[in-house]
T-cell receptor, first 113, second 113 residues
Framework: GDSVTQMEGPVTLSEEAFLTINCTYTATGYPSLFWYVQYPGEGLQLLLKATKADDKGSNKGFEATYRKETTSFHLEKGSVQVSDSAVYFCALSDQRNGNQFYFGTGTSLTVIP | DAGITQSPRHKVTETGTPVTLRCHQTENHRYMYWYRQDPGHGLRLIHYSYGVKDTDKGEVSDGYSVSRSKTEDFLLTLESATSSQTSVYFC????????????FGEGSRLTVL
């Protein structure tokens, strides 16, 4: 079945450091891929998405490229800020599987000044 | 922000009692979902709805039932709450599936003693 695996946290970085959060997926069809972010005490909100191979999603300085050959969708940011501290979830949605969303376990990021 | 309201936001109950969580949307989106969030598991789908009175099970549906009598309301019921159902519950909505975005409510924290 469909699934998402993302690197475990927690991750602690200093401000302005480079961020990578790894995400790989398993899907029977051609999924759309997403990164969601959850700030403390809030629900999840969409950070970026990509709907086909080689697409790059980007938002707020974050980027992720849909790599079909490595079944990956790694999240990157060149210079993190304290305000980026949150939990990040990789997810997929596959039309061949009833369009359900499958989420990874989440990676907690803390950015220290 | 998408108009999604969950109630109650916090509830403490005892084992064996019935509990109903309500999700109300003002976006007129077709699809509605209930997820639970637990440490180490990320988000797991409980039930979802693809229209009024049309619902289906997710991966962790045992012990839960849902109803959707109106487009705007999606109810999650625990007929007899157990301690294993202590969790944070999120409602989500989407206008389309697959390529579409999930919009989340702020969550309902349920503690079963």
């Amino acid at each position: 079945g469909d699934s998402v695996t993302q690197m475990e946290g927690p991750v602690t970085l200093s401000e302005e450091a480079f961020l990578t959060i790894n995400c790989t997926y398993t899907a029977t069809g051609y999924p759309s891929l997403f990164w969601y972010v959850q700030y403390p005490g809030e629900g999840l909100q969409l950070l970026l998405k990509a709907t086909k191979a080689d697409d790059k999603g980007s938002n707020k300085g974050f980027e992720a490229t849909y790599r079909k050959e490595t079944t990956s969708f790694h999240l990157e940011k060149g210079s993190v800020q304290v305000s980026d501290s949150a939990v990040y979830f990789c997810a997929l949605s596959d039309q061949r599987n009833g369009n359900q969303f499958y989420f990874g376990t989440g990676t907690s990021l803390t950015v220290i000044p | 922000d998408a108009g999604i309201t969950q109630s109650p936001r916090h509830k403490v109950t005892e084992t064996g009692t019935p509990v109903t969580l309500r999700c109300h949307q003002t976006e007129n989106h077709r699809y509605m979902y209930w997820y639970r969030q637990d440490p180490g598991h990320g988000l797991r789908l409980i039930h979802y709805s693809y229209g009024v009175k049309d619902t289906d099970k997710g991966e962790v549906s045992d012990g839960y039932s849902v109803s959707r009598s109106k487009t705007e309301d999606f109810l999650l019921t625990l007929e007899s709450a157990t301690s294993s159902q202590t969790s944070v519950y999120f409602c989500a909505i989407s206008e389309t599936t697959g390529f579409g975005e999930l919009f989340f409510g702020e969550g309902s924290r349920l503690t079963v003693l």
